[in-house]
């Protein structure tokens, strides 16, 4: 397993869809300037980090998370090396679990990335109405974001890789998926249940009581399921 992390992290070093997925973290970041200089709510303390992984999760990251998540398991067909890789005794099922933990991975990362866009933002700005409490809460936030949405995104990027669309399609369909989470986001209803919302309740981005944080968690937790369920139907089919 090591091994194969090691390998599939040299391929992606390499991979445009990386630079892709950091120039995205990085416009988020300027986008939510630019409004917070329009509208002065820049300079309050804490609006940034708020704003920042909203309009992050709503818009941008599911979507460029799952793009790099269903390219790494559909290059191997894309680029027709998985009949090489299947000759060398390689386990494909942990092959197949080591791209989808680096995507996890990546998915933290990307949130932590923005995470620290946003607090020397926050810092330059009003670095004295700052508190540790704060900044170490927001981090929570951040890095419990990057779990939640790889967990509600995984289904996409299982099922994307098994009907072997391509991974651009992933970015289409979670796209959309992650927009509708504006209208769950405004349901009391939906907005525990529907997985990207959910991911609001259990970071502590939006006020949930304990019940609902639970029921969103075993929501994603499903979600990570149903990705699990898929993968191995996409296993089985290759070897058959």
Same mark, same amino acid.
């Given at each position: 397993?090591?091994?194969?992390?090691?390998?599939?992290?040299?391929?992606?070093?390499?991979?445009?869809?990386? #630079?892709?997925?950091?120039?995205?973290?990085?416009?988020?970041?300027?986008?939510?300037?630019?409004?917070? #200089?329009?509208?002065?709510?820049?300079?309050?303390?804490?609006?940034?980090?708020?704003?920042?992984?909203?309009?992050?999760?709503?818009?941008?990251?599911?979507?460029?998370?799952?793009?790099?998540?269903?390219?790494?398991?559909?290059?191997?067909?894309?680029?027709?090396?998985?009949?090489?890789?299947?000759?060398?005794?390689?386990?494909?099922?942990?092959?197949?679990?080591?791209?989808?933990?680096?995507?996890?991975?990546?998915?933290?990362?990307?949130?932590?990335?923005?995470?620290?866009?946003?607090?020397?933002?926050?810092?330059?700005?009003?670095?004295?109405?700052?508190?540790?409490?704060?900044?170490?809460?927001?981090?929570?936030?951040?890095?419990?974001?990057?779990?939640?949405?790889?967990?509600?995104?995984?289904?996409?990027?299982?099922?994307?890789?098994?009907?072997?669309?391509?991974?651009?399609?992933?970015?289409?369909?979670?796209?959309?998926?992650?927009?509708?989470?504006?209208?769950?986001?405004?349901?009391?209803?939906?907005?525990?249940?529907?997985?990207?919302?959910?991911?609001?309740?259990?970071?502590?981005?939006?006020?949930?009581?304990?019940?609902?944080?639970?029921?969103?968690?075993?929501?994603?937790?499903?979600?990570?399921?149903?990705?699990?369920?898929?993968?191995?139907?996409?296993?089985?089919?290759?070897?058959?």
């Amino acid at each position: 397993m090591r091994n194969l992390l090691w390998a599939e992290l040299q391929k992606i070093r390499r991979s445009n869809i990386v #630079w892709i997925t950091i120039f995205a973290t990085i416009m988020v970041a300027v986008i939510v300037s630019i409004e917070g #200089w329009f509208t002065h709510d820049i300079y309050s303390a804490g609006w940034y980090m708020t704003t920042a992984q909203l309009l992050a999760t709503l818009f941008v990251l599911p979507a460029v998370i799952s793009l790099l998540g269903s390219y790494m398991i559909c290059r191997e067909e894309d680029e027709d090396t998985i009949k090489s890789l299947l000759i060398i005794p390689i386990n494909e099922t942990k092959l197949i679990a080591t791209k989808m933990i680096i995507t996890f991975l990546f998915s933290i990362f990307i949130y932590l990335l923005l995470f620290t866009i946003a607090f020397l933002t926050e810092a330059i700005l009003h670095f004295y109405d700052l508190s540790v409490g704060m900044v170490l809460n927001f981090m929570k936030i951040y890095f419990l974001q990057g779990v939640g949405i790889f967990l509600a995104i995984s289904p996409i990027i299982a099922l994307v890789s098994y009907m072997k669309k391509g991974h651009w399609i992933a970015l289409v369909l979670t796209e959309m998926y992650s927009f509708a989470g504006i209208i769950a986001w405004r349901s009391k209803i939906l907005i525990t249940f529907y997985p990207i919302s959910a991911v609001f309740g259990v970071s502590g981005s939006s006020d949930a009581t304990a019940q609902s944080r639970i029921v969103s968690s075993i929501v994603l937790l499903l979600c990570g399921c149903l990705s699990v369920f898929i993968l191995k139907r996409f296993k089985y089919i290759e070897k058959n």
